[in-house]
């Protein structure tokens, strides 16, 4: 694998680690949907209650995934890119190492049967 820059390990783990609940996947979706929300907003489209969703919001927010900035008296909270394409690298990253084993693999039989005697007919 490649050289991965200083704590990206530990971003991929995070944003992972925020991605493996449903409900915070879909609280992404509408984020990036709406442009911005609040909590009740968000509430409102979920099964969950107001403050299930501030507490979601604030496992993505440690992942770096979203952001919340006060306007007044409302928290609006907005999608924040770069945990998820840093993750994105890393699985493209995955991906690529996969399909080269793969292809050393499948170069290997493919060379080991046609270097194999013939089966002879009984």
Not at 24 to 41: K, S
Not at 44 to 71: C, F, I, N, W, Y
Not at 91 to 98: H, I, K, R
């Amino acid at each position: 694998m490649t050289e991965e820059p200083p704590g990206a390990a530990e971003v991929v783990d995070s944003v992972l680690g925020a991605l493996a609940d449903p409900t915070r996947r879909r609280l992404l979706d509408l984020l990036a949907a709406q442009g911005e929300a609040t909590a009740t907003t968000l509430a409102e489209g979920l099964p969950v209650s107001r403050q299930a969703v501030v507490k979601h919001l604030a496992v993505l927010d440690a992942a770096g995934l979203v952001t919340g900035g006060r306007v007044g008296r409302e928290v609006r909270y907005t999608v924040r890119p770069a945990a998820l394409d840093a993750t994105a690298r890393w699985m493209a990253t995955l991906a690529t190492d996969w399909d080269r084993r793969l292809a050393d693999i499948k170069r290997v039989a493919e060379a080991a049967e046609r270097d194999s005697p013939s089966k002879r007919p009984d």
